[in-house]
């Protein structure tokens, strides 16, 4: 099912960047705090772009990285090719 909102993996890199922490931090950080398990291969493809994160997820990684939903939402212009949810 394609999303209506395409999040920014650059935006997410940048978060996570700015934060100091390492894709595997954010994937502890999600299991402890958020109870969600992802593979790090997961998260870093969201960061490139090649996968989206499922509702659940966003949710849970805007809290991991201390911001808001729209702080990661893709440029209408950006948004206009549907990209498959992932977990």
């Keep these: 099912m394609a999303q209506l909102t395409k999040v ?3 935006k997410l890199r940048q978060r996570r ?3 100091e922490l390492s894709v595997d931090d954010v994937v502890q950080a999600l299991a402890k705090r ?3 398990s992802i593979h790090p291969d ?3 493809n969201i960061e490139l772009g090649h996968k989206q994160p499922g509702v659940k ?3 849970a ?3 991991v990285l201390s911001s808001n939903r729209e702080a ?3 440029d209408p212009a950006d948004a206009e090719q549907p990209v498959k949810a992932g977990r």
């Design 34 to 36: 958020e109870k969600r």
């Design 17 to 19: 960047e700015e934060l």
């Design 61 to 63: 990684l805007c809290r």
């Design 8 to 10: 920014d993996g650059r």
């Design 57 to 59: 997820l966003f949710g």
């Design 42 to 44: 997961h998260l870093r």
């Design 72 to 74: 990661f939402l893709a």
